[in-house]
């Protein structure tokens, strides 16, 4: 094992060089026209389904907290090797599912899966990528106690992706009630991750809820910086277009800070989102611009770091290796970078 502890772009890339063939191989044992599908997702071919050298995979994070946690309590990087494909399949699943919900036509800087391939396509591959997930898991000798953990944080996320959609229609709506959503559709898969990982190298049940704690406040805190990046990210970072959170009027936790705060700007923000006609360029900037006015931005961000600082608490509490406790602490401090 190394002394010296890797950065977090170092860890990444390290990641999505091990588990990358791992996934493409998994999705390989698809049905022949769901694998091609779910190969233009990846990226690994065209929409025509010409082959393409390499694939944008993601920023592998949720894989990279599952490999070092289970490295963090003593096990092997190989044998957490079924469970970060495991959570990455399910991430993936969420997106193509997430895509078709929001009706955003772009991934990562990519047509949205659904955009090109259309609705029942899309729809199929990320349910055979939620079923991909758990054959990960059935040829390892721990999925017996793997398999629930996987499957109850999926019911958790759809839970949570339910939610959201329910936010739009509430007549108030609480910065803690958006917080809850991104708990379970982000929290969850990163709690998930860590608990799955530690579960792999062989954790007592305290240090593995301690990781899946550390997972679960890393995951709020990484959505909150997203819905930051959701309304003042530029393109080619988020892979997105710019400000489709506010497009799409969805209720972000930076929204729902907004319209909590009870100001003239709150309550200007709140005729743009309940205006009839479709937003337009000029009203989103005016939303953005009446966001920030009411602090949200900045709530918003102090509410990440202080979920940073939680994870982190719950880290030390599940005694891992120090320079694995680095490597976390590391992609925490990645998270909560709003330059990430």
């Given at each position: 094992?190394?002394?010296?502890p890797?950065d977090?772009?170092t860890?990444?890339?390290?990641?999505?060089?091990?588990v990358?063939?791992?996934?493409?191989?998994?999705?390989?044992g698809?049905?022949?026209?769901?694998?091609?599908?779910?190969g233009?997702?990846?990226?690994?071919?065209?929409?025509?389904?010409?082959?393409?050298?390499?694939?944008?995979?993601?920023?592998?994070?949720?894989?990279?907290l599952?490999?070092l946690?289970?490295?963090?309590?003593g096990?092997?990087?190989?044998?957490?090797?079924?469970a970060?494909?495991?959570?990455?399949?399910?991430?993936?699943a969420?997106?193509?599912?997430?895509?078709?919900i929001?009706?955003?036509?772009?991934?990562r800087?990519?047509?949205?899966?659904?955009a090109v391939?259309?609705?029942?396509?899309?729809?199929?591959?990320g349910?055979?990528?939620?079923?991909a997930?758990v054959?990960?898991?059935?040829?390892t000798?721990r999925?017996?106690?793997?398999?629930p953990?996987?499957?109850?944080?999926?019911?958790?996320?759809?839970?949570?992706?339910?939610?959201?959609?329910?936010?739009?229609a509430?007549?108030?709506?609480?910065?803690?009630?958006?917080v809850?959503?991104?708990?379970?559709?982000?929290?969850?898969?990163?709690?998930?991750?860590?608990?799955?990982?530690a579960?792999?190298?062989g954790?007592?049940?305290a240090r593995?809820r301690?990781?899946?704690?550390?997972?679960?406040?890393l995951?709020?805190?990484?959505?909150?910086?997203?819905?930051?990046?959701?309304?003042?990210?530029?393109?080619?970072?988020?892979g997105?277009?710019?400000?489709?959170?506010?497009?799409?009027?969805?209720?972000?936790v930076?929204?729902?800070?907004?319209?909590?705060?009870?100001?003239?700007?709150?309550?200007?923000?709140?005729?743009?989102?309940?205006?009839?006609?479709?937003?337009s360029?000029?009203?989103?900037?005016?939303?953005?611009?009446?966001?920030?006015?009411?602090?949200?931005?900045?709530t918003?961000?102090?509410?990440a770091?202080?979920c940073?600082?939680?994870?982190?608490?719950h880290?030390?509490?599940?005694?891992?290796?120090?320079?694995?406790?680095?490597?976390?602490?590391?992609?925490?401090?990645?998270?909560?970078?709003?330059?990430r």
């Amino acid at each position: 094992m190394s002394e010296t502890p890797c950065d977090g772009a170092t860890i990444l890339a390290q990641t999505a060089r091990i588990v990358g063939p791992l996934i493409r191989s998994r999705v390989n044992g698809l049905p022949p026209e769901i694998r091609r599908v779910a190969g233009v997702h990846f990226g690994w071919q065209t929409e025509d389904h010409a082959a393409v050298r390499a694939g944008v995979d993601g920023k592998a994070l949720r894989p990279a907290l599952c490999l070092l946690a289970c490295r963090a309590v003593g096990g092997a990087a190989e044998e957490a090797h079924p469970a970060a494909v495991a959570v990455e399949l399910v991430h993936n699943a969420s997106l193509l599912h997430d895509d078709i919900i929001d009706q955003d036509t772009l991934r990562r800087g990519r047509p949205a899966l659904w955009a090109v391939k259309g609705l029942p396509a899309a729809l199929l591959a990320g349910d055979a990528l939620f079923f991909a997930a758990v054959h990960a898991l059935t040829d390892t000798d721990r999925s017996a106690s793997t398999i629930p953990v996987l499957l109850g944080s999926v019911q958790a996320l759809i839970e949570g992706e339910y939610l959201d959609t329910l936010l739009e229609a509430e007549a108030e709506v609480s910065e803690e009630r958006a917080v809850a959503v991104a708990a379970a559709k982000t929290g969850e898969l990163f709690a998930c991750a860590c608990e799955l990982g530690a579960l792999a190298g062989g954790a007592d049940p305290a240090r593995a809820r301690h990781l899946r704690a550390f997972g679960q406040h890393l995951g709020i805190a990484f959505q909150c910086l997203d819905d930051i990046l959701g309304i003042w990210g530029e393109e080619q970072l988020t892979g997105k277009p710019a400000r489709s959170d506010l497009r799409a009027r969805t209720i972000t936790v930076p929204v729902a800070a907004a319209l909590a705060a009870r100001t003239p700007q709150a309550a200007a923000l709140h005729a743009l989102y309940q205006q009839d006609a479709p937003m337009s360029e000029e009203d989103c900037r005016q939303a953005a611009q009446l966001i920030e006015e009411t602090g949200a931005r900045e709530t918003t961000l102090r509410r990440a770091r202080r979920c940073s600082t939680e994870a982190l608490e719950h880290l030390a509490l599940a005694e891992p290796d120090p320079v694995l406790a680095a490597e976390l602490g590391a992609l925490a401090n990645m998270i909560v970078d709003p330059d990430r």
